[in-house]
């Protein structure tokens, strides 16, 4: 766990000014840089110590044999797992004739800024080595989003008080030793030493390295360049072999003398590309690196990202921490999404290892919905990745015996990764859930070529899987036996609440856009006695209520499951997954993350005001909390029933999930989904927002510890502006064309003219909730500028 | 497949009169001798050709790691796999200088014949070499009932037309070459040369090896002695290594020369016994089989069957390979118990490596209610060795977080070996399974002893987990959720009628074991208010009925799930496991293998003749048998709602599970539980035969296709007879005090004089049946003797 202050809390940047190796590779996650396509962990950039050394290319991945005691049709045979590539971000550091390296000597001064606005991360330090002599070294590290294969550091070391001979060795290093395999001796073999070596050149500065994998049979190059300028008689010189590529710089500084250098470096990868046309990727990119220089770089990153925030920002008066986590969280988000370009989005992004690098349907539910309304062309980029994994679903729904598309619980590739399948391919919701996304991002852009593209077959393809896993009973009712919802704590059951729901959007919707594109749908060989299938089954969809209770069961028998016994559940036995087996998890009433609670979010027109209440109250009692997915919701939900006070708490455990490393595995990457929540419970909890069928809604209310809340999102080609205060929003029309919207259930036009409405009073709801002992969210302490 | 006929239909014997190398493996299986210590596959005396040598000693086993792609909390890490020991029955002979092998050459004449009443496999061969040497070869080979360390072999060798050079290499051989070892290579490492050599000692004609594993560190003893009966001028030599001790006996032979030799074998294995201990051991048992020699063993065997048969024997007048079928059975059920001695009695007895050597549920509800009224020490025997496992047993229901103890799914040791916990873990009912055999010996032979040592402690032990397993939800009614029945193609289901049921006798079955047993249950800590607990929990329990369709679901909602598309499902994809996944399987009404047709079977008491009829034709329309323990209980259930031809087909199918080789895995050793399912099918379908709280009820009503079924019986401490035909059944009293007996619901007195009743008619049943198309069982075609 990151102690608290670990970070300076400031509007516009994640600061650390003092090293602590003890979460050394959390800060690696949380510093780590990415455009979607490549992804450098924050590693210090003389590479030791670290905590886990991380350069990803997004896709980019080995497989490795998924073992069974007890093998079963169907089971995936292989994983995708996905690899430490070429790091190129290594620069060693000889000081005198000793390495620079922070475990040895004394660290004077110490600082990393990740910048929000300028997109770099800027290091500095000021060492003195074990013999006492003093060196300064500045590093800016971007991976730029607007050069997609190119990465640049800029690097200066500064003698202090003496004349100091230094020796730099920038690097390209291949196979690096990775910290931790996990317990399979297979796997770990396989990714022991995943690339092998097919090329390594060097020439005319230029160094250039081409591994492929040995399983998959990927392919990656990878290059670097160097400015460099020290004093005269600086000698440079270059060596390579298969897994090291190393440029050294030899100098020798006067007091106050520095030497400066520019590192850029490349990244290209392929399946089919020969190493010959790899290898010319790479160096052309370099090529325009240069041209642009480093300056250009910048600068271009710095306007960029102006105008991200222009059409994203969020900002939070009253809590500071709040404010900085979303923007952090809104950063992260871009940088794993930026330039996707039809590979996927995964659940850590490119910042660690965590889960494979696999990719989960957290992304179409949480991380989606954001971009939707912020930066909506990497949604159409992260879905049309999903269409062009189809064949790949399709073959997998024909293997389980279904139509349609099944596609996968996790991967990278496409193929299903999961290895247990109660908590993987049962999961059927993951396909309604792409469904909602791709409904979701049709309705905010009108982006015609997509819908008829990539959005209909997707939509065609899960409204047939649906209709081939659930069945008519005897009465007439339409049941989805058998499936897992998002809550893990329940397993293999019946007519989940949540599953069924978004299986009778992902009907409807698929209706739909067939009668929006007849002639696209024939393509597909829909008829018209398909969708009416799809559109009774939808109509007779059975949704399972507890009239005892009042409540909805989260599938059919939960309520009459036996209670977990919280009572004698100490707080070390959490999360309950790993402290009691399965079994008992799944015949109980406990609950892992929102299942009901996230269907009343997101189709909140299926459940009356009274049922959310008593709901929210039910779950409340029941849910643990031990994914990192649920906090957003339950802020939601907790809003939208009345308990604001409640709602703040989950918004904080959400907005400080990795920087506060709340889960304790931030080591292994930072929680996308999570990141998505602060903004989620923000705008979507207190903002009330709710989106769908050209209706853009708000209903803000605040909790005591925010004073203001403002955010812009895009919606139909406008750019909004919305500010909350406590007795008020204003809603401005930035960009685009005239809007009508609802505030608080009432409709009006927005055009020139900024609109302000009172927000009604929100009296104390009248039902008390709890959650399990122990189990309460941490209170917000709200954290002042400075303090 | 075997293909018929294989083996002679004859009342006494298995004989087979031609070798068929395609069906060599299943051969070894059916001809494979035992005495429950030892087990010797039925390989050629020479070895090689072979399908896959066997030599077993029960409890003996190596450990294997468990590997999952996805681990959980309660996984077990380690499996435990039966090990292929020094193999003692390998006689190599060579004739000139070719070995006598019979893949090539020419085989005039050859016979096996594993006789029933001797206990032995006889073998003759007339062979001629590649070169046109002749010779006639004669083993006999027994591991003897009465001797529980010792096999024989006595082999003889004889030149047919002209003088012939023999040399005959006898040998004990440690870590032999296994011919699969299923598709987990580091399993497969670990299984391939199991035995670390400790000693191998040669002298006075004796020759030791001692082996120990490496992992499970159990320690093996293996020692031979020879007698050979030679014409002047044979030569004898020992040799040893590490993994070979050999002796070689070579002499030249006149025509119609016989050269003949007796070899003892013997075995000991200990966990903790020092390798002295063992050598010594493994000598002494030696020279007691030496005292006795091969006349007293071969007499000695023979008296014991004849013993056995008094007691046990079934006739079926009618059907001669019904007939043998059921003597091979009972053959074959002695043979894996008569020396278990608180070992454990596997799936597969000690007559192949299938299921790992594993003991499973069916022991307890297929294997030992016919023992208890057959051959009762056996059952006395099986259970202790339960109980002796119950420390282990208590570990893992406290691992899984309940009270009592939650025995193994599958185990050789005890530990619970299996690598899937849905089908595992989840199948509870191997508890209360377990203590019905415990009850329902104690109620057979009112062993007192057995009752308050082993009884009462597995009894309120398991007591003790149904309690902690279920719960009494807001009506009170006691429920069990999350379990998995016998079908195992419904998994993690809700009060599964069949677990319900047998709880529910569990629980009070333990209540009624306190109540006799007051001051022993003290010493276990049981209370007036535990107990009360139990028979609460027990009055209340679940037991689900749709009274839409008037018929018992098998758990909870299953009746409302969609119905498996058996249209659509070619007879190439069964069993459906191997072509369908698990959560297909799951979420349909396609029933595995009997279940709540067990349950009825069973817990008679608690269903009502018509609910029977009903139940019976609802689950027959449903029910694959993907399993070798479904057709047996169909039989039963057939007979007693009136399918007699129904249930005839069913006792085929039972009968012939091997000899038949139907379930295409005969291979891997032979189905303990199948055996036991034709005289299950007999006795308790055809003789209508249920017992319980003291009393023995008989219903007999035979099939067309058996003209005459006599059975013997012993229940508490009296031998019955019972000869039924279709008009009348007669009842004697070989042994033991008068006794009650039930006949078609009329109570009668048996003492001194044959009692005869008339069979009521029986109407043919209002219900039709049918099963799933396909799925039928096979006509019986009744075999004529000789025929």
Not at 319 to 330: H, K, N, P, S
Not at 699 to 725: E, M, W
Request: hydrophobic content about 40%; aromatic content about 8%.
């Amino acid at each position: 766990m990151i102690r608290h202050p670990a970070f300076e809390v400031e509007p516009w940047a994640l600061r650390e000014n003092r090293l602590d190796l003890d979460v050394l590779a959390q800060t690696e996650s949380v510093f780590a840089l990415s455009n979607g396509h490549i992804g450098l962990r924050g590693n210090l950039d003389e590479g030791e110590p670290h905590g886990e050394p991380g350069t990803y290319l997004n896709g980019f991945y080995e497989l490795r044999p998924l073992p069974y005691a007890e093998g079963g049709y169907g089971y995936p045979e292989s994983g995708q797992t996905v690899v430490n590539v070429t790091n190129g971000k290594l620069i060693r550091l000889m000081v005198g004739d000793e390495p620079f390296d922070l475990r040895y000597g004394t660290l004077h001064q110490h600082e990393r800024v990740l910048d929000l606005r300028a997109g770099t991360l800027t290091r500095t330090a000021h060492w003195s080595s074990p013999t006492g002599t003093s060196v300064r070294v500045r590093s800016t590290r971007l991976v730029s989003f607007t050069h997609r294969a190119i990465a640049a550091i800029r690097y200066e070391v500064e003698a202090v008080d003496r004349p100091t001979h230094l020796v730099v060795q920038s690097e390209l290093v291949a196979n690096e030793t990775q910290t931790s395999q996990g317990g399979d001796p297979r796997a770990a073999a396989v990714l022991r030493s995943p690339l092998v070596a097919e090329e390594s050149v060097l020439g005319d500065g230029l160094s250039i390295m081409v591994h492929r994998t040995r399983a998959s049979g990927l392919r990656v190059a990878a290059g670097m360049w160097h400015e460099i300028d020290g004093p005269d008689g600086t000698l440079t010189e270059a060596q390579g072999s298969d897994d090291v590529s190393r440029v050294t710089v030899a100098t020798r500084l006067a007091p106050g003398g520095t030497l400066r250098m520019v590192k850029f470096f490349s990244y290209g990868w392929s399946r089919r590309r020969s190493r010959p046309a790899l290898h010319d990727q790479v160096a052309a990119a370099l090529a325009a690196a240069r041209l642009v220089g480093w300056e250009g770089l910048r600068d271009d990153q710095r306007r960029f990202l102006d105008g991200f925030w222009d059409g994203a920002d969020v900002e939070v008066e009253g809590d500071a921490e709040v404010q900085q986590a979303v923007r952090f969280g809104l950063f992260h988000l871009l940088q794993s999404a930026a330039r996707l370009e039809e590979r996927p989005l995964p659940a850590k992004g490119l910042t660690g290892s965590g889960y494979d690098g696999h990719a989960f349907w957290d992304t179409e539910i949480f991380v989606l919905p954001v971009l939707t309304y912020t930066y909506p062309r990497a949604v159409a980029d992260a879905l049309a990745w999903r269409r062009s994994t189809l064949p790949l679903a399709r073959a997998r729904a024909g293997q389980l015996g279904l139509r349609g598309a099944a596609f996968p619980w996790r991967t990278i590739h496409g193929e299903e990764c999961s290895g247990y399948w109660p908590a993987g391919t049962a999961a059927f919701h993951v396909n309604a859930d792409i469904a909602h996304a791709v409904a979701q991002y049709v309705d905010a852009t009108q982006d015609e070529t997509f819908d008829g593209r990539t959005g209909l077959h997707v939509l065609v393809e899960t409204a047939r899987l649906w209709l081939a896993l659930g069945h008519h009973d005897a009465a007439g009712r339409f049941r989805i036996d058998g499936v897992t919802g998002p809550d893990e704590y329940t397993a293999v059951a019946d007519n989940n609440v949540y599953t069924n729901l978004m299986a009778q959007r992902n009907l409807r919707e698929a209706a739909e856009a067939v009668a929006r594109h007849p002639a696209l749908a024939a393509a597909l060989d829909v008829t018209t006695e398909e969708t009416r299938g799809w559109r009774e089954a939808a109509e007779a969809m059975t949704v399972p209520y507890d009239e005892r209770l009042g409540v909805h069961p989260e599938s059919e028998g939960f309520t009459q499951h036996a209670l977990w016994n919280f009572a004698t559940t100490g707080p070390e036995r959490y999360p309950l997954l790993l402290h009691f087996p399965y079994f008992d998890l799944y015949r109980r009433q406990v609950v892992k993350q929102a299942d009901v609670v996230l269907a009343m979010h997101l189709r909140g027109d299926a459940f009356t005001p009274a049922q959310k209440a008593r709901n929210f109250a039910y779950y409340e009692a029941l849910t643990v909390r031990d994914s990192s997915l649920s906090a957003c919701t339950q802020a939601v939900i907790a809003a939208e029933v009345g308990h604001l006070e409640l709602a703040y708490r989950y918004l904080g455990e959400a907005a400080l999930m990795d920087l506060a490393d709340l889960e304790k595995n931030t080591v292994d990457g930072v929680h996308m989904a999570a990141l998505a929540g602060a903004w989620i419970a923000l705008v979507a909890g207190f903002g009330g927002m709710r989106a769908g069928g050209g209706r853009m809604c708000f209903a803000p209310a605040l909790p005591a510890g925010i004073t203001r809340l403002a955010f812009r999102l895009r919606y139909r080609g406008s750019l909004l502006s919305v500010s909350a205060t406590r007795e008020a929003t204003a809603y401005r029309l930035l960009q685009g064309p005239p809007i009508t919207l609802t505030h608080h259930g009432e409709r009006f036009d927005l055009g020139g003219e900024e609109v302000t409405r009172p927000n009604p009073p929100r009296p104390a709801p009248e039902q008390q909730v709890h959650q399990p002992p122990g189990r309460e969210p941490r209170p917000r302490r709200p954290h002042e500028p400075g303090g």
